[in-house]
């Protein structure tokens, strides 16, 4: 069973970057299709972006296309999370994801691994 650990969370204003990183502790890390979401106060969980085993596909809600970049290094077994422009509405606990099985996806229902969640601040 894969452990997640997600940091790099923190407190910026609007228009800043942030990359948060996840790091899983099985060496078969690349075995697993990874993902993001975020919830912010009161607000459901919701995806932010996904990539395959391999890490040649990638899917990015539209909220944060073109903003974001989900990214993978299997070698070192992290996960990453480039942010630019952020917003306030950006504000939110983020988590990263797993599942062995299937295909990448945006429910959160198809990740059986979740980390603790980092915390994104964004202030206009």
């Known amino acids: 069973q894969v452990q997640l650990v997600e940091s790099g969370g923190g407190l910026l204003q609007a228009g800043g970057s942030l990359r948060l990183s996840c790091a899983a502790s099985?060496?078969?890390?690349?075995?697993?299709?990874m993902a993001w979401f975020r919830q912010a106060p009161e607000k459901e969980r919701e995806f932010v972006a996904a990539i395959t085993r391999s890490g040649i596909s990638t899917s990015h809600a539209d909220s944060v296309k073109g903003r974001f970049t989900i990214s993978r290094d299997n070698a070192n077994n992290n996960l990453y999370l480039q942010m630019n422009s952020l917003k306030p509405e950006d504000t939110a606990v983020y988590y990263c994801?797993?599942?062995?099985?299937?295909?990448?996806?945006?429910?959160?229902?198809?990740?059986?691994?979740w980390g603790q969640g980092t915390q994104v601040t964004v202030s206009s």
């Open positions: 099985e060496r078969t890390f690349g075995n697993y299709a």
């Open positions: 994801a797993a599942r062995g099985q299937g295909a990448i996806s945006a429910r959160t229902t198809d990740y059986p691994y």
